[in-house]
């Protein structure tokens, strides 16, 4: 990619010397540090992000399109209309930035806020009010005399003193009126982000009480495979013989490397990414889980993404158990077809793929069942080869395709259904384009 070409009207960068001693900055990474944002690295990276911008003198770059590439490595073509994870942290930073104003923050001179509708910080001092002064330390404050009993005032002094109060109580009465006034209306102004079709799905494998895994593929399984011609059955996974299964084609350091390395495609890795960087995703909660780590109870307990077919995946097999769409390989590892249970009007029994031509038509599984323990959901993204993986995880992280699918599996609480969806797509040098629905399931 060419570098991009200078502004020459932008201003030159600080040293970094400047950016440290500069007071605004101190104070960004002193927030940055407190327990309000220590536990959340993107609200630190937004946060920074900004006041770096602006106190170099590029706030008029501070868009929502540019804080989605530097701060969420969102890619430049992406569209601020299809994916708010901008606006979604915005929120969040504001609120956050208000809760340590209340804690920690109650002392700081200065004040950085994030007006509503944009993203370049103010930078606003706190003064106290006339008449008050400021607190001081109470070991260094002289002792109160004795208190004597004030003479009853006349009744022209307490008539004064009433006013006095009442014109105090009308003030603050009034101050308080037009604040809650000024938050109704910010409040009925802030442009809260639509709520995506796909929304309640990542909530239940996101944000529930059980954790989630992202499992991606296991390469160094699927090549063991490929090298014996046979299929690698779920049980011989789980205790680990296929450590012992000859690899006569290979060195013993090679295949030591394949028994033993936790190798998984790049493909997996973007698409493990692309879901961190959901707004439900959290990191305390939820991981990326190696699938020689998983266990049968973590598909009871747990809720569980699970990318690629059984080929690379074996716990595919068990997770996709009484589904109506299932991969099969073909005999000797030569290829895979989608089974289709029991077919309805119009459907084939069998989807296949020439997976060996460089453009060919592939097909995909989108599958959102019940775990195991009906404790939670399963998640199966699967393809007969990498790019209808690819082409599975694309239209459910851009939705636009499956979106009839997904609004006849709403509930009307807000819940979703289970269901299944049979994807087609293109495939060309391993990337998949044009995906398309074929048919679906909602139970």
């Given amino acids: 990619m060419p570098a991009p070409v200078p502004d020459p ?9 400047t950016l440290r001693s500069d007071e605004r900055w101190l104070l960004a990474q002193r927030i940055a540090a407190s327990r309000h944002f220590s536990r959340s690295p993107l609200l630190c990276r937004f946060l920074l992000y900004i006041v770096a911008e602006t106190i170099e003198g590029r706030a008029a770059q501070i868009t929502e399109h540019a804080i989605g590439i530097r701060v969420f490595d969102r890619p430049r073509t992406y569209r601020t209309v299809e994916d708010n994870i901008v606006r979604n942290y915005a929120r969040q930073l504001r609120k956050r930035l208000a809760d340590f104003y209340c804690d920690e923050g109650a002392g700081e001179a200065c004040v950085i806020d994030i007006p509503l509708g944009g993203y370049v910080p103010n930078f606003g001092s706190v003064r106290l009010e006339a008449g008050h002064e400021t607190r001081k330390d109470p070991e260094a404050a002289p002792r109160p005399a004795l208190a004597v009993p004030a003479a009853v005032p006349p009744p022209q002094q307490k008539s004064r003193y009433f006013r006095w109060v009442n014109l105090l109580f009308l003030a603050v009465y009034s101050c308080g009126l037009a604040a809650a006034v000024w938050f109704a209306s910010a409040w009925a102004h802030t442009p809260h982000p639509a709520r995506r079709i796909t929304d309640p799905l990542w909530e239940s494998l996101l944000q529930s009480q059980e954790p989630a895994y992202i499992v991606p593929s296991d390469s160094g399984v699927n090549l063991i495979e ?20 000859p690899l006569h084609e290979l060195n013993s350091h090679t295949a030591d490397d394949l028994r033993t390395q936790q190798y998984t495609s790049y493909a997996d890795m973007q698409i493990a990414f692309s879901i961190e960087h959901l707004p439900q995703f959290d990191a305390q909660r939820d991981s990326v889980r190696f699938p020689r780590a998983l266990h049968l109870d973590d598909l009871k307990n747990s809720n569980v993404i699970l990318l690629g077919s059984e080929d690379s995946n074996p716990w595919a097999s068990l997770a996709e158990t009484g589904a109506n769409f299932r991969i099969v390989d073909q005999e000797g590892m030569d290829g895979a077809r989608i089974v289709n249970t029991h077919p309805r009007a119009g459907e084939q029994a069998v989807y296949t793929s020439h997976w060996n031509e460089p453009s060919h038509e592939t097909y995909a ?45 709403l509930r009307p609480d807000g819940t979703l259904r289970s269901f299944e969806i049979l994807l087609r797509s293109t495939s060309i040098a391993s990337n998949a384009t044009g995906a ?3 048919t679906s399931r909602v139970y």
């Fill in 9 to 17: 009207d932008a201003p030159a960068p600080l040293s970094p010397e």
């Fill in 226 to 245: 490929d090298l014996r011609h046979l299929a690698l059955p779920l049980a011989d996974y789980i205790s680990g013989n296929y450590l012992n299964f």
């Fill in 365 to 409: 599984l989108i599958e959102y069942l019940p775990n195991m323990g009906g404790t939670g959901h399963l998640l199966l993204l699967q393809g007969l080869d990498v790019a209808g993986t690819e082409a599975a995880a694309e239209a459910l992280l851009h939705p636009e395709v499956i979106t009839p699918v997904l609004d006849k599996a």
């Fill in 436 to 438: 398309q629905v074929v």
